[in-house]
């Protein structure tokens, strides 16, 4: 039996019904499924007893990208260059990350992902790179396609990631925030050259990985280069 992977659905209104669709990226779904993984697709819901069924029904959990994490989740006010927000989405997500932390199973954070665990655990966000200390370059690529290359990340010897993909990385962009203050239990094991965090791990925990770019969108070109991420998350999830 593949594991199951539960893959957080993603807010969106249909601006012809104006219904709430529950949506999620193909090449997540592509991707977890070219790894071995079996993606269950968990709808938007603050349904605790739901959640806590999914929970128990999957193996491991992945958490993707989307739109800004309210700031009230960490103890601040918006900036004027925040994004859209949407609070119940971000109690659905905290909740489904703190249940599944519970019962120490494998957790696949991608963009907003790596910024909602980082909240989940207590840390914060910068809500803009304009906020960050230093001169931040653009990490919303102008690049053209979802995976052309934006910039050069380095990753820490001792992590996961770098067991993965070795000393360096060119990855794509598409954030306009990152994280600030690093939360419990997590260590920083990618940067870029500008300090932006790139990527972050579990400290005294099986199987948690987060990284701010976007490895799925790779799963379009031939040789795949990031699926290697997603198949050291599912051979977790399968133990």
């Known amino acids: 039996m593949k594991p199951k992977i539960g893959v957080l659905a993603h807010p969106a209104v249909n601006e012809h019904a104006y219904l709430l669709n529950h949506t999620i990226g193909g090449d997540y779904i592509l991707s977890l ?12 819901t603050n349904d605790k007893e739901l959640l806590k069924q999914y929970t128990d029904l999957c193996d491991g959990l992945l958490v993707p990208g989307g739109i800004d994490v309210n700031p009230i989740c960490y103890g601040e006010n918006p900036d004027s260059l925040i994004g859209d927000t949407n609070m119940s989405f971000d109690c659905f997500e905290l909740d489904m990350i703190k249940m599944i932390m519970e019962q120490g199973k494998p957790v696949l954070g991608i963009c907003r992902g790596i910024q909602i665990i980082n909240v989940a655990l207590g840390g914060t966000l910068y809500q803009d ?22 910039h050069k990340v380095e990753i820490e010897k001792d992590s996961l990631l770098h067991q993965v993909f070795g000393d360096e990385l060119y990855v794509n962009s598409f954030h306009h925030q990152a994280i600030k203050d690093l939360g419990e239990g997590l260590k920083i094991t990618a940067k870029a050259a500008d300090g932006t965090v790139e990527a972050v791990e579990g400290t005294d925990y099986p ?19 990031m699926l290697p991420l997603f198949v050291s998350f599912i051979e977790a999830c399968g133990k």
Do not use: C, D
């Open 207 to 225: 199987y948690l990985t987060a990284v701010q770019w976007h490895p799925e969108n790779f799963i379009l070109l031939p040789e795949k280069p």
């Open 33 to 44: 499924i070219e790894a071995g993984g079996l993606p269950v697709i968990i709808p938007i």
């Open 129 to 150: 790179m304009a906020l960050q200390p230093g001169n931040a370059f653009r990490h919303v690529q102008k690049e053209q396609g979802r995976p052309g290359i934006s």
